[in-house]
Nanobody, 115 residues
């Protein structure tokens, strides 16, 4: 089993920044893909950013140039640096680990972008 715990969410003004963290524990395979998803009220959960074990990344068009995903394999931690935040970035952000066994989700952290 794998446990994922997100942190770093909060209330921030438009244009501000936040850094989310997700720490994985348990039975972790060395080869995995880590995702950040988000879900806004009344909307479907969407993939925001992805990073492979080797460090290759992909981003949703809506966050390209503003968000950066990174990982520290030694600490089993993935990060999401969010800059130039907009009100439409408001959502619960979830971390997901994907490996040969399937996918594991964290419980999420709330990000609110508002004056």
């Amino acid at each position: 089993q794998v446990q994922l715990v997100e942190s770093g969410g909060g209330l921030v003004q438009p244009g501000g920044s936040l850094r989310l963290s997700c720490v994985a524990s348990g039975s972790i395979f060395s080869t995995n893909i880590m995702d950040w998803y988000r879900q806004a009220p009344g909307k479907e959960r969407e993939l925001v950013a992805r990073i492979t074990t080797g460090g290759s990344t992909n981003y949703a068009e809506s966050v390209k140039g503003r968000f950066t995903i990174s990982r520290d394999n030694a600490k089993n931690t993935v990060y999401l640096q969010m800059n130039s935040l907009k009100p439409e970035d408001t959502a619960v952000y979830y971390c997901k680990m994907n490996d040969i066994r399937g996918g594991y989700w964290g419980k999420g952290t709330q990000v609110t972008v508002s004056l």
